[in-house]
Structure formats: C-alpha cells, structure tokens
C-alpha cells in the first residue's frame, strides 16, 4: 500500500530521532486504504512513548516538523495535538503508552480503530508483533436501546419550541444556536434510520462524512432544505423542513426497531410551532 502525505517522512524521521519514543502508528484514512484519501486527507499517527508527558508539557518538539500555523490543544497537557502545518497539511498526533499496546494484545481484541485500518511505521521493541493485521472493517456500533432514542427525540423537540420562539422574537443568532442541537440529533437520527436498514452493514462515518453515499435520497433531498440564513423567512421554512424529515426518519426506526413513538404529542407541538409562525406572518403583514 502506497502512503502520500507531506509530512509522512518527517513525522517517522522525528520518531526515529527520539529514544522514548518506541514506535509510531498510522490510523486513520491513510491507514484504511479504501479510497477516500485525497488531497486533504489528515496524517493521523500514534505515538507510543515512554514519557508521554514530555511531549504534552512542552510543544516545541512541534518546531522541528515544520512551520505551525495552529495547535489545539494550547496550554493544555492532554494525550495528544491536532496540528495544523503551514500550506494547510494537518498532523494529528495521539500519545499512548507501551502498556497501552501491550493491554490491546492481552485482549485478544483490535479496537475500532485498527479494525478500520492501521499500519506499523516505527516499532523499535517489536510491540506490534503480537497484534494481527487490521481486517479494515468498520465494526458496527450497537443499535440503539428504546431509552436512547426517547432521548434524542425529545431534546430536537425541546429545542424546536425554542427554535420557534426565537425566530417569533427575531434572536437569530439564539436561534442558530439552538438549531445546531436539533441538527446534531437529526444527525444521529440519520445515522440510526441508516444502520437500521436491511442489507449490507453501512458505515455512517462522523460528523456527515460522505453523507451522500449512506444516506437515502429522500432523506438526501430534504437536507437540503433544512438550511436558512439571517432571515426570519427562511428560518421558518427551514425549521419545518426539518421538522418534518425528523419526523419522518423518527417513524421509520421506530417501526425497523419495533419502538413505541409519540406521533401524536409531537404533532401536537408541530401545531404550536406552525400557530406561532401564523402570527408572526400576521405581524409582519402589519408592521
């Protein structure tokens, strides 16, 4: 397998030069080699070290790879830095132990993400040798319980009656504000109706990766309805635009996982919802 990233050599060269770090892991897109890497593709690399702190207290290892336009963490001691290089190449380095390696093996078990792809650049003590090549699946999460989607289904409902009643008092950026929440759940709504589907295990990514190729046309269709700008119109349309996919993607798991489903309470908060836009045209009309 052919691996291309602009940092690639530098990033093992810098492995190599240090004697705590042991080894040096690819994951991630690279690692998958399933197609999807392009131009913008992340390098995202493990690195197995001694002394882990040594790398999170102090961040001018970071100098020696290249020009940083962005780190994230700042001024923070957590296991790892996503980093972005200048020329917009980004680096996302994960901190982990040898005993972190050494407790995958005694498992017996790759976890999720060397299921998805990974592959050994640096392995100074032979820590991987234990471990068998990634399969290169994308194990499927469980389905979700009757709780769990209870939940998600009530917070977008909380949130649409805020969502109303902010457009009503034009605080548009409330409203966006409460609307990325009920996005979020249409998300997980999305991914759930998805994997939920006869056939083939489908991969839904994260945060809407490749959405275009999981998602059904219908659902496809309606996204692209449920987007708005600064303008209380629009905001409106949007909102029962989503409402209704929401709605929709709801009735549909329900019924695949053999869930119970509300339809009638929130249809009645629909009617609240559609009774405030009526007013809120009604002003308009008078202003």
């Known amino acids: 397998m052919t ?50 702190k040594r790398f999170t207290s102090d961040d001018s290892w970071l ?8 780190r994230f963490p700042i001024f923070d001691d957590s ?40 592959q050994v650049l640096v392995d100074k003590d032979g820590l991987f040798r234990r471990l068998p090549p990634s399969p290169r699946i994308f194990p499927q999460p469980p389905k979700p319980s009757p709780e769990q989607v209870q939940a998600l289904i009530n917070e977008f409902w909380f949130e649409a009656i805020h969502v ?11 409203v966006k504000h409460r609307d990325w929440t009920m996005k979020e759940n249409l998300l997980r709504m999305l991914e759930w109706r998805a994997r939920a589907s006869p056939g083939e ?25 449920i987007w708005a700008g600064w303008d209380a119109v629009q905001l409106w349309e949007a909102l029962f635009a989503q409402l209704a996919l929401f709605q929709r993607l709801t009735a549909e798991l329900s019924d695949a996982l053999g869930y119970s489903y509300e339809a009638e309470l929130f249809r009645d908060i629909e009617a609240y919802i559609r009774r405030l836009r009526r007013e809120d045209i009604s002003a308009a009309a008078t202003d």
Do not use: C, M
């Open 201 to 225: 295990p489908i991969n839904t990514w994260l945060l809407g990766k490749r959405i275009a190729r999981w998602a059904d046309a219908d659902s496809q269709s309606a996204i692209s309805q």
């Open 79 to 118: 296991p790892y830095r996503l980093v972005w290089f200048k020329g917009g190449a980004k680096v996302d380095f994960q901190f982990l132990s040898a005993a972190d390696v050494q407790a995958i093996a005694a498992s017996g078990a790759l976890p999720d993400e060397y299921q998805r792809g990974y």
């Open 63 to 70: 100098d020696r790879l290249g020009d940083v336009w962005i």
């Open 164 to 174: 109303a009643q902010f457009i009503r008092r034009r605080e548009f950026w409330v």
């Open 3 to 52: 691996i291309s990233h602009p940092y690639l050599d530098r990033v093992k060269q810098w492995a190599k030069s240090y004697d705590s770090i042991r080894a040096l892991v690819l994951t991630g897109s690279l690692a998958r080699d399933d197609g999807t890497v392009d131009e913008y593709s992340d390098l995202d690399v493990q690195v197995i070290a001694t002394d882990i």
